[in-house]
């Protein structure tokens, strides 16, 4: 028996920022931000100086003039995330990707042939620095919830692991903003109550919390307060969507610059769609203004498709209607989603048959990109066009 729990939350430390260090010997050490318009990623040389993801560009190189700014590489960042996600399953077959880097480990059942989690979790960070070259943070412990707490306070580069017994003298010492679901809303509605601490939060009456917060974040928070989180992990969770996103800058994007991005995103997730065996109905393009409020438009299709002329005209069709509130406002994202996904296996063909043909047509360009490289075939109105699309997702 072992008094650790069996869940390793493992997330690679400032993963864009990283990729770019290694790749680049020169920025080891120095203060690295991807994205020039926005901040997409921060190395910890910079976070130093107050720098953050999201924040704009420009006010990020007021806070750190002297460091070295990086369009980002998003077939590098892809290429680095598989190579993780294969150590990620070499150590256990119980793995749940959240993202481009970050996944669940179930370890439990591998203490006799492979020791202790924190054994193994200190094993799984060597083979990431051997095999892909990157930092990462491990945090162990018996639930989903507590290890994601344990890695984010043992950033950077580090390993924490919280035992049985001292997990609520782990937890409670932490500011509210610890738990899932508190953000700056929700701790200042509990500041008000003088509720400032994890601790303070789990002494209060759970009716309080659910009067202030809601019924079913008020009861939640309670039990994440008390270490209870009863999930485990998931094994093959289908995607609900998949997308893709760019930054933009803050400089004015004509309409014909928007649809160029439009296309580049449509073009690619629809690609991906394709590749999963799956079709959509529905397509939502995203928005996020210069002043950082944001707006999403979707559009439901009569019938499901893989096809990338039926979701570009949808997504067209939404960024038109879209445009006066970008040329009141100003534009910094646009991204695009496809949802409410299905198998492709038992839709039945509608009439007329010429969808399915253009579908089919998608799938030998598919082919030849897939042989040649996604270089070989492009749409006319992207020749030329840098592949820096932003797509914080887990990879196929």
Known sequence: MTDEGPILHAD??????????????????????????????????????????????????????????????MSAYLAASRAVFEVFHDTTPWVEGLSIDEAFLDVGGLTRIAGRPSDIAERLRVAVAERAGLPITVGVARTKFLAKVASRVAKPDGLLVVPHDAELEFLH?????????????TTEKLRARGITTVGQLATSEQVDLTGLLGRGAGRQLHDLAHNRDPRRVELGRRRRSIGAQRSLGRGRRSPAELDVVLVALIDRIARRLRAAHRVCRTVTIRLRFADFERATRSHTLTEPTAGTGVLLAAARELLGAALPLIADRGITLLGATLSNLADEDPFQLALPFERQRATQLDTALDAVRDRFGKAALTRAILLGRPDDIEMPMLPD
């Open 12 to 73: 690679l430390d400032s993963f864009y920022a990283s990729v770019e260090q290694r790749d680049d010997p020169a920025l080891k050490g120095r203060p690295v931000i991807v994205g020039g318009g926005v901040v997409l990623a921060a190395s910890y040389e910079a976070k130093a100086y107050g720098v953050r993801t999201a924040m704009g560009g420009a006010q990020a190189r007021r806070l750190c003039p002297h460091a070295v700014v990086v369009p980002p590489r």
């Open 173 to 185: 010492p932490l500011p509210v903003s610890a738990l899932w679901g508190v953000g700056k809303v």
